[in-house]
């Protein structure tokens, strides 16, 4: 196991409706990551946060946020939800480094309905 | 732009027989390359990394990957398939602000008896 988890493993919500899944990172790890997988897809950027602060955005609208906290666990909200929505949401921690891998959590299973 | 491409949806191979799963990527800069494995219901699983030196990388499981800079592939090899090795594979690239991942669409390997 990578120490990355998430919660919760799986979620129905309605559409319009808001959405926050947690994870927590791995030991030592202060970047921590966001990835939409679509069913058949590779995953998807979404952000990334280092020290408490986000440093990278996909191509995602505002509705998908998220924050970092000081013991570098992380949160992804996403409001007025779609149905497009309903994916696989990863969450990957690694150390700060270009050459440093990410390790990922075993993902939240969103489905929009 | 960064982008990784892997041409192949799906590989077959007997158990036992060698096994290539095929990356192209493109990045500005020097390339850092990862390859991850999704099984069912699970999230990704790093298998190993180029960042420089030795075009042969050996990883975990006793996977290893072929660099070409001429060709921009990053192959991942495995000498003898095993029957457990059927999963979903990732190529992916970091990006030149090392921010984020861009992932291949990915690779299903099916290893038969």
């Known amino acids: 196991e990578t120490g990355v988890t998430q919660s919760p493993t799986h979620l129905i919500k309605t559409r319009g409706q808001q959405v926050t899944l947690r994870c927590s990172s791995q030991s030592g790890h202060n970047t921590v990551s966001w990835y939409q997988q679509a069913l058949g897809q590779g995953p998807q950027f979404i952000f990334q946060?280092?020290?408490?602060?986000?440093?990278g955005r996909g191509n995602f609208p505002p509705r998908f946020s998220g924050l970092q906290f000081p013991n570098y666990s992380s949160e992804l909200n996403v409001n007025a939800l779609e149905l497009d929505d309903s994916a696989l949401y990863l969450c990957?921690?690694?150390?700060?480094?270009?050459?440093?891998?990410?390790?990922f959590g075993q993902g939240t299973r969103l489905t929009v309905v | 732009a960064q982008s990784v491409a892997q041409p192949e949806d799906q590989v077959n191979v007997a158990e036992g027989n060698p096994l290539t799963v095929k990356c192209t990527y493109s990045?500005?800069?020097?390339?850092?390359l990862f390859w991850y494995v999704q099984y069912p219901n699970r999230g990704l699983q790093f298998l190993l990394k180029?960042?420089?030196?030795?075009?042969l990388v050996k990883g975990s499981y006793g996977f290893e990957a072929e660099f070409n800079k001429s060709q921009t592939s990053f192959h991942l090899k495995k000498p003898s398939a095993l029957v457990s090795d059927s999963a979903l594979y990732f190529c992916?690239?970091?990006?030149?602000?090392?921010?984020?991942?861009?992932f291949g669409s990915g690779t299903k390997l099916n290893v038969k008896p």
């Open positions: 180029y960042i420089t030196g030795d075009n």
């Open positions: 992916a690239v970091r990006g030149v602000n090392f921010n984020k991942f861009y």
């Open positions: 946060y280092y020290r408490e602060e986000e440093n």
């Open positions: 990957a921690s690694r150390r700060q480094g270009g050459n440093t891998e990410a390790f």
């Open positions: 990045v500005s800069g020097n390339p850092y």
